[in-house]
T-cell receptor
Framework: AQKITQTQPGMFVQEKEAVTLDCTYDTSDPSYGLFWYKQPSSGEMIFLIYQGSYDQQNATEGRYSLNFQKARKSANLVISASQLGDSAMYFCAMREIDAGSNYKLTFGKGTLLTVNP | DAGVIQSPRHEVTEMGQEVTLRCKLISGHNSLFWYRQTMMRGLELLIYFNNNVPIDDSGMPEDRFSAKMPNASFSTLKIQPSEPRDSAVYFC???????????FGPGTRLTVL
């Protein structure tokens, strides 16, 4: 079963507007973490933001914020005041901890964001 | 500080040849992850190490793939023999145990003809 679901293969937004990228997850662990990464056309994976399952407040990093709704198991990324340079693929990922207390990330399929001038 | 370093950045080889991908961790990091990215399957975890010890290699496709960490800061991913279906972008990422964020290298684009 898919543990991270990104339902939007592609999204378009006008420059300077805000956009929300959806991410839902599935886990039975009480302790988990959610990440967003950006992958521009150049190919590198850039860490954007992290939300822990016990964090009381939604994470924010500059123009990025994470709309964390624990009961709905969703962790949507909000980008405010979109810029042309935000055009990229965005990946949601979840941290899982194995029996040996080691952790790994499981990634969603990604959402391709295009910012229009 | 230097980020994760991967080499080569691009590799084109013929089916049946051995391919070795290299990764240098961020200084001080002790966890290493190898990923493969394709259009069909997305980003898949192949194997990860903690303090030079392989923890989970369940993502390694088959025996043709092997990964090592000869020292604390360096890792190799070897494919022998390579096949066209191995064509993908291979990323390595490093982190510090207890610090959750993984930092990715620039990736190696592998093409097997």
């Amino acid at each position: 079963a898919q543990k991270i679901t990104q339902t939007q293969p592609g999204m378009f937004v006008q420059e300077k507007e805000a956009v929300t990228l959806d991410c839902t997850y599935d886990t039975s662990d009480p302790s988990y973490g959610l990440f967003w990464y950006k992958q521009p056309s150049s190919g590198e994976m850039i860490f954007l933001i992290y939300q822990g399952s016990y964090d009381q407040q939604n994470a924010t990093e500059g123009r990025y914020s994470l709309n964390f709704q624990k009961a709905r198991k969703s962790a949507n990324l909000v980008i405010s005041a979109s810029q042309l340079g935000d055009s990229a693929m965005y990946f949601c990922a979840m941290r899982e901890i194995d029996a040996g207390s080691n952790y790994k990330l499981t990634f969603g399929k990604g959402t391709l964001l295009t910012v229009n001038p | 500080d230097a980020g994760v370093i991967q080499s080569p950045r691009h590799e084109v080889t013929e089916m049946g040849q051995e391919v070795t991908l290299r990764c240098k961790l961020i200084s001080g990091h002790n966890s290493l992850f190898w990923y493969r990215q394709t259009m069909m399957r997305g980003l898949e975890l192949l194997i990860y190490f903690n303090n030079n010890v392989p923890i989970d290699d369940s993502g390694m496709p088959e025996d043709r793939f092997s990964a090592k960490m000869p020292n604390a800061s360096f890792s190799t991913l070897k494919i022998q023999p390579s096949e066209p279906r191995d064509s993908a972008v291979y990323f390595c990422a490093s982190s510090l145990t207890g610090v959750l964020t993984q930092y990715f290298g620039p990736g190696t684009r592998l093409t097997v003809l």
